[in-house]
Nanobody, 125 residues
Framework: QVQLSESGGGLVQAGGSLRLSCVQS????????MGWFRQTPGKEREFVAF????????YYTESVKGRFTISSDSAFNTVYLQMNSLRPEDTAVYYC??????????????????WGQGTQVTVSS
């Protein structure tokens, strides 16, 4: 499996910004695709953003469009999630994840086989 590690979470006021990073390591590479999910207590993990470095495609859940941007470095070793205009409802643990080789729907958490440990994002009102 791909080994993933997130960082960059923290406490920020509403309207503020954070940039999350996801570093991948280990002998197995993600195939240049990566997703970000988030989870709050008692709820399922929610899709946030996805990047396909091979095609240049990016996708976002509706609630973060225009506020969040997913990107990567040129080697796809690190994937970023730039989060602007943060809202209290963005409060969650954020996870990066690498999908299985023959994934079909990037929005579904069951398509992902490797997950980071998560990083807490808290937005105060």
């Amino acid at each position: 499996q791909v080994q993933l590690s997130e960082s960059g979470g923290g406490l920020v006021q509403a309207g503020g910004s954070l940039r999350l990073s996801c570093v991948q390591s280990g002998p197995i590479f993600s195939g240049n695709v990566m997703g970000w999910f988030r989870q709050t207590p008692g709820k399922e993990r929610e899709f946030v953003a996805f990047i396909n470095y091979n095609t240049g495609d990016t996708y976002y859940t509706e609630s973060v469009k225009g506020r969040f941007t997913i990107s990567s470095d040129s080697a796809f070793n690190t994937v970023y999630l730039q989060m602007n205009s943060l809202r209290p409802e963005d409060t969650a643990v954020y996870y990066c994840a690498a999908p299985r080789k023959y994934w079909s729907d990037y929005r579904l958490s069951r398509e992902y086989t490797s997950w980071g440990q998560g990083t807490q994002v808290t937005v105060s009102s």
